[in-house]
């Protein structure tokens, strides 16, 4: 659960990057103090939300012959993580390997809809990590990167400001 002190779609951006740096660094995304100290680096500007390019080269490196859900290796297709039908942009940015039964599973539903609260910390890094970037830079071109998020317990509110 966020602090309170999150109250923007910036901070929960920012909340959310925080917990997928603690999982990279210190392998634990439930590491509450690791994530705070992070998330207020990010408030303070002392850290940046890394480029888009990051997880595109570790889509080629690491990813590029396993589904990004499952890891199955078998009827790989790109798949959209923000759908098109949602607002997603048509870029490789916006697109991870999934094998054909994660693709079709998954539909027009965003990460976090696909899995669910309970599941949200089983969503794989790469994926994650796109679709936050992806989501910062739609609220900026949107103007509504500050705009109050009433349900910031909710993450769906990220989403809701798109459509």
Known sequence: MPPSAVKTIRDLIYWEYAKLVSGSAVN????????????QEFKSGKKRPSD????????????SKNCAYCGCVENLQWE???PISRGGPNTI???V????KCNCSKGDKDP?????EE???EIPRLVWGKYLKII?????????LDKECKKTLDLSCILLHLK
């Open 28 to 39: 634990d995304r439930k590491n509450y103090a690791f994530i705070m100290c992070t998330y």
């Open 52 to 63: 888009i390019l990051r997880e595109n080269k570790l889509l080629i490196n690491e990813c």
């Open 80 to 82: 959209h993580i923000i």
């Open 93 to 95: 940015d916006n697109q």
């Open 97 to 100: 390997l999934a094998c054909q």
């Open 112 to 116: 976090y809809e696909w899995y669910g």
């Open 119 to 121: 599941r949200k910390y």
């Open 136 to 144: 910062y830079n739609m609220h900026i071109e949107k103007g509504t």
